[in-house]
């Protein structure tokens, strides 16, 4: 019975360690915080951010916010 329980130790910590961060920030929610959005964008380009999809929503907001800027200096 023991290697049971240690076994379900040794294999739930990394579900411990996943629950522990915090939910990724959606496109939404980084284009009402251009602070946030420009603090992820930054450790997204030193390397030191964790979360790739909070990596892929902060440059998919940022290329929208370059794209429509263009459009509105075009006029």
Do not use: W
Not at 2 to 9: A, E, H, S
Not at 51 to 66: F, G, H, Y
């Amino acid at each position: 019975m023991r290697p049971t329980i240690v076994g379900t130790i040794f294999l739930s910590f990394p579900l411990l360690l996943v629950a522990c961060q915090p939910p990724t920030r959606g496109k939404d929610y980084l284009k009402a915080h251009p602070q946030e959005l420009a603090e992820i964008l930054k450790a997204c380009a030193d390397g030191t951010h964790r979360d790739a999809q909070e990596c892929s929503n902060a440059e998919s907001v940022k290329t929208l916010d370059q794209k429509l800027r263009s459009l509105s200096a075009a006029h």
